[in-house]
């Protein structure tokens, strides 16, 4: 029927199922090279993909490498921490992790802008955030629950954990007086990951013999930083804090992170830490792929 208005001559169907075909092809193409294939302008395949076929676009990620076979362990185990879960309280588990953390200032390319006219009118120390080959580092090692954490324990520069640093450094001073001083004397559950000063024999031994319960190295699911609520949250708050400005020395370093890491309320850290349930349950639902 004749109407008013020009006649479209991009949104057609025939034009869509072009644009869609060409997406699903090859999901990587750029807006900009699709418009030249097909010779309209960027804004117009912009309002195409968005409006008509209704893509959204989505950052790229960096994530873990899982074989099928640490699939298969991720699934299984984190059934086997949820049947764990129905018994014992989630309050009485503490998880724990190290982290390494240097002296340059922190940045994150996705939410780290600056507003200004133009790239000339701001400042070098602003605009650029300098890095070396190899800024000096700490490792920090801690521990949280529902109900408390503990300290930062920094483990001197040079030296390497191995079972007997663990034990030495953290197990006996902090880990055997964690029932005392977060969970009042009760009994609770200590996690760790992988890491072969974890799951060392003599690791294993003396968590058996000094601890009213803790996580086996059959039972932590492989690879799965994305569990630990220290990995998926915890770090990331502590290091933008921190490291907000870079530090002229460890010593400065340590200073930032330790009052930073009180700093941080209860609040956040049970938020992270009853996270836990629901993240293990879409490790079951994605049958131990991916869930972030």
Not at 7 to 24: A, C, E, Q, Y
Request: charged letters at 25%; one cysteine or more.
């Amino acid at each position: 029927m004749p109407r008013s208005g020009r006649p479209k001559s991009i949104t057609t169907p025939r034009m869509k199922k072009l644009v869609r075909d060409r997406i699903r092809r090859n999901p990587l193409r750029s807006m900009r090279k699709m418009a030249a294939e097909v010779h309209i302008s960027k804004g117009s395949m912009q309002n195409l993909v968005k409006n008509e076929l209704d893509f959204r676009s989505y950052k790229r990620k960096t994530v873990h490498f899982l074989s099928e076979t640490i699939k298969l362990k991720r699934l299984s185990r984190s059934k086997g921490l949820l049947t764990r879960l129905e018994i014992e309280n989630l309050d009485r588990f503490l998880f724990s992790d190290e982290k390494l953390f240097s002296i340059e200032q922190a940045t994150n390319k996705q939410n780290d802008t600056i507003l200004a006219p133009n790239s000339s009118s701001i400042p070098e120390d602003v605009l650029y955030v300098a890095r070396t080959q190899k800024p000096r580092s700490i490792m920090v090692w801690t521990g949280i629950s529902a109900n408390g954490r503990t300290p930062l324990i920094f483990i001197p520069e040079g030296v390497k954990i191995n079972a007997a640093t663990y034990r030495q450094l953290i197990l006996e001073p902090v880990i055997k007086h964690s029932s005392r001083n977060i969970f009042r004397n009760q009994p609770f559950v200590f996690q760790q990951d992988g890491a072969p000063a974890h799951t060392a024999n003599i690791t294993q031994k003396w968590l058996h013999e000094n601890i009213s319960g803790f996580l086996s190295k059959e039972e932590w699911p492989p690879s799965s930083p994305d569990l630990n609520p220290m990995d998926f949250s915890i770090w990331a708050i502590l290091g933008a804090k921190a490291c907000a400005k870079s530090h002229n020395n460890l010593d400065s370093l340590k200073r930032s992170l330790a009052k930073e890491w009180e700093k941080i309320p209860q609040e956040v850290l049970r938020a992270a830490v009853e996270s836990f349930p629901t993240r293990l349950r879409s490790v079951v639902k994605n049958k131990g792929g991916y869930i972030e």
